[in-house]
């Protein structure tokens, strides 16, 4: 299998360093907020390159954090008058619903930044000790100069970056020995969280937190860190020096980076007014649609999100999910039989689309030529099913399809479930009655199906439904 490492800018072999274990570190969201549709695209990418290590039987121990203590949580707090604890806490909640709906998988733990307080203080004590960082009135600085191979993963050299030393500085940075140091620890102030820590109340740098984490639950060394391109510098660049510094073995093998979502060819941003949460795209498509999109494109490329590709992943999709309903039709009119021996030459021409759809998952994730795989085996199958064949056929062609869309967190069946006839009336009904302007009818029968178990979306192109 082939990894593209941002460290060496190479495709190399990727080699857990304990053989079938893979131990990978994934930096997740700032909560302050819903989520938006550009966090959604780290978290479907490095969800299914988990779901392929496990696939080809790899242990996958993935660890992904919330960052729930920073600035912008705290302003946020504040400008709501609310604890920033309590805030976190309630975008945490709301981030897992967006994950869960996306299909991305619980990471086998998910560290909370407040939660590992302690860790991060015995760090920063080991950098201090070890001459790699020092205290000035309650802040503590990582001193840049000192890690020798700092800007090995940006690619960065220190006489560049104090060039454009401007756009590192931080608080406190008159204090600073040399501009090009980031904090590890800064002190209170008025209306802030805070801890306890052998240089005063105050509270960790992000950067910090990642190292901290990453070792607490993988150890010194793990195979993969990834995350957003914006993370090469400087977060994972100071995260290097940080581990590095502290524990003297290499910190991450493979540095894996995942390209920008733009909306209509532009920055995503509140200014530009193009601006979308996970929940507003939801509000208009179903999530594997969000999801299959974002997999048709190779996860280090930039991503345009548009209206018109939406409805064209909308489309392609549909002509899985039909496939797929095809399949179960067929289910129930084929003859309960072993397969013949016709059904099995027939049978064997599919290894030919899961060898591709391997082959370039090995070849450094290529999820859209996968997909591509994926298309073929539903192209094979609607030719098949022009002729009746055994039960054991039918099945067999169910798993083989079930199996590859799993590895790309996708589930055909999904929106197949048969709406009983009484479910379909209280539907139209509610349709009328919103018709009618009689929203209390309206929100009355929606909350009767969610009783049942049914949710109800209303979206651009009428009501869509699916089990709670
Ligand atoms: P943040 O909460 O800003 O730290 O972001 C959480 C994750 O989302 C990081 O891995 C970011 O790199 C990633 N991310 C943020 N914006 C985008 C975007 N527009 N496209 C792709 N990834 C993004
Ligand atoms: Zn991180």
Same mark, same amino acid.
């Given at each position: ?148 191979? =700092? ?147 190779? =996860? ?169």
């Amino acid at each position: 299998m082939q990894i593209y490492n941002t460290m060496t800018k190479k495709k190399e072999t990727f080699e857990p360093l304990e053989p079938g274990h893979v131990r990978m570190y994934v930096c997740g969201p700032t909560v302050y907020n819903l989520i938006h549709i550009g966090n959604a695209r780290p978290m479907i990418v490095f969800d299914t390159v988990r779901r392929y290590f496990a696939y080809k039987g790899m242990d996958v121990s993935y660890v992904s954090n919330f960052t729930d203590v920073d600035d912008k949580i705290i302003n946020e707090a504040n400008a709501q008058g609310i604890d920033a604890g309590e805030l976190a806490e309630h975008f945490i909640v709301e981030c897992k619903k967006d994950m869960e709906a996306l299909h991305v998988m619980p990471a086998t733990v998910h560290p909370l930044a407040t939660q590992e307080i302690p860790e991060m203080i015995e760090l920063i004590s080991t950098l201090i000790d070890k001459g790699f960082a020092y205290e000035k009135n309650g802040t503590v600085y990582f001193s840049t100069r000192k890690f020798k191979p =700092y800007g090995k993963l940006s690619h960065k050299n220190l006489d560049d970056l104090r060039a454009g030393e401007r756009d590192l500085k931080v608080t406190g940075e008159d204090e600073k020995e040399d501009a090009l140091d980031f904090v590890l620890w800064k002190p209170k102030k008025e209306g802030e969280p805070f801890w306890k820590s052998p240089w005063g109340d105050g509270r960790p740098g992000w950067h910090t937190e990642c190292s901290a984490m990453a070792k607490k639950y993988l150890g010194d060394s793990i195979d993969i860190h990834a995350g957003g391109e914006d993370l090469i510098f400087p977060h994972h660049e100071n995260e290097i020096a940080q581990s590095e510094a502290a524990n003297d073995v290499e910190f991450a093998r493979y540095w894996m980076h995942n390209g920008f979502l733009n909306i209509d060819n532009k920055k995503m941003s509140k200014s530009l007014g193009n601006f979308f949460t996970v929940r507003d795209i939801l509000a208009q498509y179903d999530p594997q649609v969000v999801r299959f999109f974002m997999l048709n494109a190779h =996860y280090r490329s930039p991503l345009n999100f548009s209206r018109e590709l939406m409805e064209a992943a909308k489309a392609s999709w549909q002509r899985i999910v039909t496939a797929r309903g095809a399949l179960e039709d067929a289910m129930k009119s084929s003859e309960d039989a072993d397969m013949t021996k016709e059904e099995k030459t027939l049978y064997a021409q599919t290894d030919a689309f899961v060898s591709e759809f391997e082959r370039s998952m090995e070849d450094d994730f290529n999820t859209a030529d996968a997909m591509a795989a994926i298309f073929e085996l539903v192209k094979f199958v609607n030719i098949a099913l022009k002729d009746t064949h055994t039960k054991d056929f039918i099945e067999a062609l169910k798993e083989r399809m079930d199996i590859l869309l799993d590895v790309m967190g996708l589930n055909a069946l999904i929106e197949q479930g048969d709406l009983s006839d009484e479910i379909e009336a209280m539907i139209e009904k509610r349709q009328q009655a919103r018709k009618a302007k009689d929203f209390a009818t309206a929100d009355a029968i929606r909350d009767e199906l969610l009783a049942k178990g049914i949710v109800l979306e209303d979206t651009r192109e009428g009501v869509k439904w699916h089990k709670a």
